[in-house]
């Protein structure tokens, strides 16, 4: 399959649309994202392609538009991306955080690289598609979403689809935030592609004990309790475990090898092992009095193969030791998505190559939650993949999202962008 002819006018029309993207005031908790759903829309009209928006609630808009393949039975694929960002204070940035002021290259707003970049890479590679089957008939229907309220938890958004809309979301490939970045550990360079998530156990530690006054303090305290359980579980290390992505992970590295790169390391520490954090203590708030309980919330990070019932386990041998008592507030599961005999993922290493042919890519599971987890748990395979150049390392970029002065080079939005076209006119399109 031949190379996208890469003009000036695409070029040219990718930065626009991603600067108009990123002009739409977006920020949760209001959202707004029907205004750049209907953006979107009218540049897909003038495309022909025909879309539908549904609001969750006034102003909540969701986009979603279809390519029909010629082959029902191929895989479809499914481009996914958000339309809201976080707040932005104005005052902390070197330019307005809605102005898309472009300078020395870059380009600066809130959402540059989470995720109107990634909306922008999939809206134009998406129209290219389509331009292309013109002459040559898709194999493959190819899905396209901008979806609300990703940074608040998707309820208004991708939750709420696949809720009401189960239709739209056939099982498939599922191209998503989350990875494409590059990083360097001595004389190698990868690129990073999440292929599954964690799962998110919370949970509820509770102890009750003798309360009174604080000028007599009484035997077996709450706090006491609950102290010394904390003190326990935040220093428990959980072994790793060479499993799915993790062991991919090993042995794309060199399972002997170890990393010198600290944020390697930490990605290593990340897909192999659980964690658990402690979110917040309560006790009693009056004045020289002992209260008689206390609690802490509590947060798994879990791999995808733990189930709630491991977790149970674990926890109630935790409280057992320390006399005390939990409850489980939520468990979301993980998931992950196949690497074995992955077309898809077969097509970003290829087209990979092309630009850097020194590159591995380098599977890890995603640092947080994203839509993509209400379709990897339903037979989905989700890749997280909005690709930029090396100029932009993981590490700047892990330091540039959710904060001030958020900003992408105009050369690494359009190499993201020319990748993914290029892929998927590899995968829809029949020699």
Known sequence: MSSIEWTNEL?????????????????????????????????????????????????????????????????????ISHLDVVPASEEDWMHPPFAAVE?????????????????????????LLKRASTTNALNRDVYFFATADEEQGSRKGMEYLVREHPEWFPGGWVINEGGGFYLADGDKDYMLITAGEKGVCKATLLATGQGGHASCPPEGQAIEKLARAIEHITAHTFPEEAVGVGKRFLET??????????????????????????????????????????QAQIEFRLLPHVSQSAVEELLQKWCTAFGISYQIDSFEPGFESRLEDSALVTAFAFRLREHDPGVTLLPILALGRTDGRFLGTRGSDVYGFSPLLPQLPFADVLRKVHNHNEAITVS????????????????????
Request: proline letters at 3%; charged letters at 25%; one cysteine or more.
């Open 253 to 294: 590295m060199g399972e002997s090898r170890m990393a010198s790169d600290p944020t390697l390391q930490h990605l290593r520490h990340y897909v192999l092992r659980n964690s658990v954090t402690v979110n917040s203590v309560e006790v009693g708030q009056r004045i020289n009095v002992i209260a008689y309980k206390a």
């Open 412 to 431: 690494s939005l359009l190499f993201g962008t020319k990748l993914i076209a290029e892929t998927l006119r590899q995968i829809c399109l029949d020699s």
């Open 11 to 79: 070029e040219e029309k990718t930065v626009v649309h991603f600067k108009e993207l990123i002009r739409i005031n977006t920020s949760a908790p209001a959202g707004n994202e029907t205004e750049a759903a209907r953006y979107i829309a009218e540049v897909l009209r003038a495309e022909g392609i025909e879309s539908t928006i549904v609001e969750s609630e006034p102003g909540r808009g969701n986009l979603l538009a279809k390519l029909k393949g010629a082959k029902s039975q191929e895989r479809p694929i499914l481009l």
């Open 103 to 127: 300078e020395e290259g870059w380009i600066y707003g809130r959402g540059a690289l989470d995720t109107k970049n990634l909306v922008a890479m999939e809206l134009m590679a998406f129209i």
